[in-house]
């Protein structure tokens, strides 16, 4: 009988050890990505190794010099690529690299008080544009739109400024956020759309929300649960700015209207909304471009990055014309429950919440979607060049690295195709 027992015991422990060989080599091994096929390494993701866990990305075209032996300069562009990260410990970092000239080096970021930041660092974008002044960056965080401008140096701009701190001694390598506001929903991640068209009032920021269902860490506001007109549930929204860069303009972006608000309550106006699926961590709105470089404000394409823990990613791919039609849209005051749109804690020159009755909401749903893009674990932002679409990873941080089943250290590009 002991023997039997022993044999029944040593049985069953030889049952589970191979239920779990096989386990992990099915996980570690056995995944397979057809859609990633299309997806190339960029550039490396820097950071990793000192405890950064990537969030947020954004792009700038730059200047780099190059010197030869005679001592002659050179300048060329190239496309730089900023990472916003928060870390194991201390201050959230904005990493810079180049697409050329590879690791540049990195930003501590610092609140308009000189305070540390060390919030999510969800999202970063900027409207900055090589030889132009005046521009913006946005880092996005726990429902807050974090603003930095203005750079000491003539003829160069906030991106500019970054970058050559980022090559700077410890200490020297700050920015400190100029300005700040409230951005009427979670603020998990954001993205700056250039139109390329004549008009800048095409150009348009977004900043988004995570929408996990029954985690009460990444619930939203009920008003922004809706049944799209598609008959699609719903849970987080998007909401867009148009870019502006005055340079009395402190948040670079236009702002509602003065004639009803105190100086303080001044702030950046939501022209439109998007209700979006759960699980989003990254946005980009893609221009339709011809060869010339032209293109048009009503066409293009939609990316989102979605995904959460050790679950395989997912892009959706969108018509931008059909996101945008007018067939596509409800004002937000006539959804059930709902009344006009209203800023948070900004109020009227007479203690009255300020709302806005015109704003309309998109409808980003399952009806709309052109292609679904299956790929490895963690996708996080987005950036876009021209046509092609680039996507950081967060597997590679040293959080997730054991278990993921591919740990992606770069970042990748795909240009989205039906």
């Known amino acids: 009988m002991k023997h039997k027992k022993l044999l029944i015991a040593g049985v069953a422990v030889f049952t589970v050890i191979v239920f779990l060989a096989t386990f992990i080599v099915i996980w570690f091994w056995g995944d397979s990505y057809p859609d990633f096929t299309d997806f190339k390494p960029a550039v490396e993701i820097p950071g990793l190794k000192e405890g950064a866990v990537p969030q947020g990305l954004a792009n700038y075209e730059g200047e780099y010099t190059v010197t030869d032996a005679d001592g002659k300069e050179t300048k060329y562009t190239q496309d730089y690529f900023f990472i916003s990260s928060y870390m194991k410990s201390g201050p959230s970092r904005l990493?810079?690299?180049?697409?050329?000239?590879?690791?540049?080096?990195?930003?501590?970021?610092?609140?308009?008080?000189g305070s540390d930041y060390t919030e999510h660092a969800g999202g970063v974008a900027t409207n900055c544009k090589r030889g132009d002044r005046y521009g913006t960056l946005w880092v996005v965080s726990e429902?807050?739109?974090?603003?930095?401008?203005?750079?000491?140096?003539?003829?160069?701009?906030?991106?500019?400024?970054?970058?050559?701190?980022?090559?700077m001694d410890e200490g020297e390598n700050?920015?400190?956020?100029?300005?700040?506001?409230?951005?009427?929903?979670?603020?998990?991640?954001?993205?700056?759309?250039?139109?390329?068209?004549?008009?800048?009032?095409?150009?348009?920021?977004?900043?988004?929300?995570?929408?996990?269902?029954?985690?009460?860490?990444?619930?939203?506001?009920?008003?922004?649960?809706?049944t799209t007109g598609n008959g699609y549930e719903q849970y987080a929204l998007v909401n867009e700015y148009t870019s502006n860069t005055s340079s009395s303009n402190k948040y670079g972006l236009t702002l509602i209207s003065s004639s009803s608000v105190e100086t303080e309550n001044y702030v950046p106006k939501v022209q439109n909304i998007y209700s979006i699926p759960d699980l989003v961590q990254g946005f980009a709105r893609i221009a339709?471009?011809?060869?010339?470089?032209?293109?048009?404000?009503?066409?293009?394409?939609?990316?989102?990055?979605?995904?959460?823990g050790l679950a395989d990613s997912k892009l959706y791919y969108y018509d931008w014309a059909d996101i945008s039609s007018t067939s596509n849209r409800k004002t937000y005051a006539s959804f059930p429950d709902h009344n006009n749109f209203e800023y948070e804690d900004v109020v009227t020159k007479y203690g009255t919440p300020y709302t806005d009755s015109s704003v309309y909401v998109y409808f980003v749903d399952g009806s709309k979607l052109k292609r679904e893009y299956a790929i490895p674990s963690m996708s996080e932002g987005l950036c876009v060049k021209n046509n092609t679409v680039?996507?950081?990873?967060?597997?590679?941080?040293?959080?997730?690295?054991?278990?993921?089943?591919?740990?992606?250290t770069d970042i990748y590009s795909f240009v989205p195709r039906v």
Do not use: M, W
Request: contains cysteine; proline residues 1%.
């Open 288 to 308: 339709d471009r011809t060869d010339d470089g032209s293109s048009s404000s009503s066409k293009g394409k939609l990316v989102l990055s979605t995904s959460y």
């Open 390 to 408: 680039f996507v950081l990873f967060e597997s590679g941080c040293y959080k997730y690295k054991t278990f993921v089943r591919q740990i992606l």
């Open 143 to 167: 429902g807050t739109v974090y603003c930095a401008q203005k750079s000491d140096t003539p003829n160069k701009n906030i991106a500019d400024e970054i970058i050559a701190r980022a090559a």
């Open 174 to 226: 700050v920015i400190s956020f100029t300005a700040s506001f409230k951005a009427n929903n979670r603020a998990s991640f954001c993205y700056f759309y250039e139109d390329g068209t004549s008009s800048t009032s095409n150009d348009k920021l977004y900043v988004g929300e995570f929408y996990r269902p029954k985690d009460k860490n990444y619930r939203t506001d009920e008003e922004h649960h809706i």
């Open 95 to 113: 990493y810079v690299t180049g697409k050329t000239t590879g690791y540049v080096g990195y930003v501590t970021l610092k609140n308009t008080d």
